[in-house]
Structures are given as structure tokens and as C-alpha cells.
């Protein structure tokens, strides 16, 4: 099993999330982050006044997935989030050694 962390813009979730769907990804962790990678934020003006933005908003994806799917579950993920722009965002791939479901204790991808 493997554990994919995807960091994309919040512009591209639903897009990504689609095309898991389609490629019958059935659990995902969702977060709403901050940070910055190379583009190191921006500045924007509100009411005349110039600020600077250091940390970006972007979208953090979880999945844990059996090893078969997960090549075309990466293919997805920088297909549909990629717009070709600096903080297009990362994917970092784990190994995991074990799921458990706690509702009735299944282990490995049984409990995905």
C-alpha cells in the first residue's frame, strides 16, 4: 500500500477529485492548507493598500491506495492540477505497512 499526499491549488480540487472518482478512488482525506514553495506569495493591494501574501492557500489530498492503481492515480493528479504556473503544487508518495478498519478490524487494503 501507498500513501499519496497531494498539495494543489484550491482552483483544481474539483477537477482532481473527478477524475479520482472516475478511476474509483473511494477514500480521500481533504484539507485546507497554507504554505509556499518556490513562489514564495505574492503581493496584493486591498483598499489602496499594498500587502504581502507569504503563505498561499492550497489544498492537501490523502489517499491510501492498493499499489496497482496508484501510477494512474499520480497521472490523474498532475494531469488535471497542472496549469503549466509556478505552485502547481507536489506529490509525495509513503509506503504504508498496514490499514486497519476500526469498525470491524479488516487490515491491509481489505480495510481501504
Known amino acids: 500500500m501507498i500513501k499519496i499526499e ?4 484550491p482552483g483544481r480540487f474539483e477537477q482532481v477529485k473527478d477524475a479520482l472518482i472516475e478511476l474509483g478512488v473511494e477514500g480521500m482525506t481533504v ?3 497554507r504554505g509556499h514553495g518556490r513562489q514564495k506569495g505574492h503581493t496584493e493591494s486591498y483598499r489602496g493598500r499594498e500587502y504581502e501574501t507569504d503563505l498561499m492557500p492550497k489544498v492537501k489530498l490523502e489517499l491510501v491506495l492498493d499499489d496497482k492503481i496508484v501510477d494512474s492515480v499520480v497521472d490523474a493528479i498532475v494531469t488535471h492540477a497542472a496549469t ?8 509525495f508518495l509513503y509506503k504504508a505497512e498496514e490499514a486497519i478498519r476500526i469498525r470491524n478490524q479488516e487490515r491491509g487494503v481489505a480495510a481501504l
Open 84 to 91: 503549466g504556473k509556478i505552485g502547481d503544487g507536489k506529490i
Open 6 to 9: 497531494a498539495i494543489i491549488q
Open 31 to 33: 484539507s485546507e492548507v
